[in-house]
């Protein structure tokens, strides 16, 4: 019993130092296609289609496609608006 409270207790621990980690970590300035479909719960390919269309602003880099947060944030909130 007291070898799986500490077990437990040593998975909050870890738990709470990535939660401290990840508050301490500078806010993204910008997402991959790929983040951007995880974050919305949008599908990858309806994101590049997105991006493609116009509809969400990009930075080509090389090969891969960069939303800026800005540009991420003002879809979000114009897709609240429209709805």
């Known amino acids: 019993m007291n070898a799986e409270i500490m077990n437990l207790l ?3 621990l ?9 508050a301490a970590a500078p806010p993204r300035k ?5 983040e951007v479909s995880k974050l ?3 599908s990858y390919d309806t994101v ?7 509809e969400i602003g990009h ?3 090389g090969r891969m496609h960069v ?12 897709g609240i608006t429209a709805a």
């Open 10 to 12: 040593n998975e909050l």
């Open 40 to 42: 919305t719960g949008v």
């Open 59 to 61: 930075v080509p880099a």
């Open 67 to 78: 939303v800026p947060d800005a540009e991420l944030q003002r879809w979000l909130s114009r």
């Open 48 to 54: 590049l289609g997105l991006i493609h269309a116009g």
């Open 14 to 22: 870890d738990r709470v130092k990535r939660l401290e980690k990840a």
């Open 30 to 34: 910008a997402w991959k296609p790929s």
